[in-house]
Structure formats: C-alpha cells, structure tokens
C-alpha cells in the first residue's frame, strides 16, 4: 500500500535466480532514507581517425553498466523514536546483499524506491563505518557505504530507452478506476496476465484493491 505523502522506504529485494521474479528470499528496508542517490553510467566510444589527419571522429559503441551508489545510516540511540540494534540492521544487511551459499554467489538484487526506476543490480562494494559506541562496546550509530553494479542483460538495458518496455520491471500505484487486468494490459500488452502479478505481490484478492495500492509489475513471457 502506497499513500501520497505516506513515507516509503528505499527497499532492496535479494532474489536467487537472475530473473528476479516471484517472491524475494531476503529483504532489507532502509531505517532512513538516503538524501541523495549518485547513478553513474559510461558510454563506450572509437576512436577513428583517417591517415594523415590530426583529428578523430569518435563513433558509439555502446552503454555500459552504471552504478548505484548508496549511503545508508543506521542511529540505535532512539533519537528519531525509533530504538533498533545497530548490528543486527548492519547483518541483515549483509544476508540480502552478500553471498548466498546455495547459488554460490551474491545474491541478485533490486532497488525500488519511490518513482525511481528499479534497477537489477549486484552488489559491488560496501564499507561499515561505526560512528558510536556504548561503553560496554556496542555499536550505537552505524553508516553503510554501498556501490551497485547494474546487472541487466544487454537487451533489458536496450530496453530501458521504453519506459513501456514489458521486458522491464515497472511500478504501478491505482489510481481510482484501475484494475490489474487493465494494468497488465497496459504494461504487457496481455490482461490475461494478472494471475501472475496478483501471485508476484501476494495478492489474496486482486478484485478489490484500493487506490493508493502500489504493485510491482516483474518481467513476464505472454
């Protein structure tokens, strides 16, 4: 459920299979959101340059993968009102973005948050910065440094220039008069796709969904 002016938290989805749908076996959920967000990305270019010229003309070759990169704070202390355990946020971090032993590498992430575009990534890099301590040793104050590498295929990142592209994952809030079948139309071109949306969000009842809802729409094959 998404609400106007409701505060919604940066979520990251760990999933173990590169498709990145169904449910997720893992979630972390930002104890504050970040205020500000840095999305790096690189073109690839040639060089040509002619025989007996100075110059060069720089032909595209392509887009490479970009970056995420996040800072995410964690205060044990209650000041906000809201008293957690710095080392149990911290770990969980590390369970959804580490390394999964029953796929044998880190798990395949995604980041959603607001009307951002969510993004399959891995994590890159992260560092833990412990900012306060209790006497007795426990850490009170915590902030996470992480890199995310994009880890879309070739042909999703083509597709990221079609905001409507079906290859994508899309994040849709009802508005009043919507209904998932009317979604899944507009988003996949096939009505007849909602029972498998209704099953990715876990919806028990897909018929009477409020406005304000928020649904994820994941890559799916008419």
């Known amino acids: 459920m998404f609400n106007r002016g409701q ?3 940066l979520l990251i989805k760990a999933f173990e299979k590169p498709e990145r749908t169904g449910v ?7 104890y504050v959101n970040p205020n500000e967000i840095t999305l790096g990305y690189e073109f690839e270019w040639d060089a040509a340059q ?3 010229t100075t110059g060069s003309r720089m032909n595209f070759k392509k887009q490479k993968p970009g970056d995420l990169q996040l800072a995410f704070f ?3 202390t209650g000041a906000n009102g809201e008293r957690v355990d710095v080392q149990q946020r911290v ?3 590390q369970r959804v973005t580490g390394y999964n032993g029953n796929i044998h590498q880190p798990n395949h992430l995604v980041v959603c948050w607001g009307t951002l575009q969510v993004k399959r990534c891995v994590l890159k890099t992260a560092s833990i910065a412990y900012k306060m301590f209790r ?3 426990v850490p009170l104050r915590a902030v996470i440094n992480a890199s995310f590498a994009d880890a879309s295929d070739d042909l999703t990142r083509v597709a990221m220039a079609q905001d409507q592209s079906p290859d994508l994952t899309h994040v849709r809030v009802l508005k009043a008069g919507d209904s998932l079948p009317m979604l899944c139309h507009a988003v996949y071109g096939d009505a007849g796709l909602y029972p498998l949306v209704a099953r990715a969000n876990g919806l028990a009842d897909f018929r009477h969904l409020p ?3 928020r649904l994820v729409f994941p890559p799916l094959t008419r």
């Open 24 to 30: 997720p076996v893992a979630e972390f959920t930002a």
């Open 50 to 52: 002619g025989a007996g």
């Open 74 to 76: 964690i205060d044990g």
């Open 135 to 137: 006497p007795d040793g």
């Open 211 to 213: 406005p304000g809802t």
């Open 7 to 9: 505060l919604e938290k």
């Open 91 to 93: 770990e969980q971090f």
